[in-house]
């Protein structure tokens, strides 16, 4: 598989099997991705991955406390604008309508959205960290560390679903995975196989025409 094969099959996976992952593939592709370049070559990631009791542990506390904590960053700017607002918009409403679950059924939503806390029946949840006194540049970093971590699984046959969604439960993942105070959380992500017979599994998210976006210029 080439690099534009792997990029066109990742997507992100919301219904896993519950077969197990090797612990030896997990660090294999948490060590390759670490070849993602940051500036100064600061490698600025700290990463934790659970499997097995400490990953069901902490889907226990999170289940006694799903009204979540306050979050440390926002996931997306408030009052979002276009055309951000309409492609969120149109993403959601893609994903629901896979599932049959129309706008009017909040409650509905609300359990999918949950799902978020049970990795999607993921078999490994990982999560992503970094020195809370670094910057911007940085984070920028730990997401092309990320990016290579989803193209990895892409190669060795998994699947993957990055969540930010567990912005929302900071404390509780620093308690689960030991962080120290001095860093903070960025991001989780599901890792595992994919039930390609689920529905939520067969729909894509929509990108907009290179016109839309991009630019060339003295060429």
């Known amino acids: 598989m080439d690099v534009s094969q792997a990029i066109a099959a990742r997507y992100s996976t919301r219904a896993f099997k519950p077969d197990p992952v090797p612990g030896e593939v997990v660090r ?12 100064g070559n600061l490698q600025p990631w700290r990463v934790t991955a659970l499997t097995g009791e400490p ?4 889907k226990a506390t999170v289940a006694a406390n ?3 904590e306050e979050p440390e960053y926002d996931v ?3 009052d979002l604008w276009d055309p951000f607002r309409t492609r969120r918009y149109q993403c959601g409403e893609d994903l629901y309508a896979s599932i049959d679950i129309p706008r009017e059924d909040k409650p509905g939503r609300i359990r999918q959205l949950m799902r978020n806390t049970e990795f999607f029946g993921a078999p490994v ?7 809370r006194k670094l910057g911007p540049p940085q984070w920028a970093d730990l997401g092309m560390y990320m990016q290579n971590v989803m193209l990895l699984a892409v190669e060795r046959g998994l699947d993957t679903c990055a969540q930010e969604f567990w912005a929302r439960y900071p404390r509780t993942v620093a308690r689960a995975i030991d962080l120290p105070d001095d860093h903070m959380l960025f991001s989780g992500m599901a890792l595992g196989y994919a039930d390609t ?7 894509r998210t929509r990108r907009d025409d290179f016109e839309i976006w991009g630019e060339l210029r003295g060429f």
């Open 76 to 78: 997306y700017p408030r």
């Open 55 to 58: 990953l069901a542990a902490l």
């Open 28 to 39: 294999e592709i948490l060590v390759a991705a670490s070849q993602a370049p940051s500036g």
């Open 197 to 203: 017979s689920a529905p939520i599994n067969n729909w």
């Open 66 to 68: 799903l009204g979540g």
């Open 125 to 131: 949840g990982i999560f992503f960290c970094l020195d």
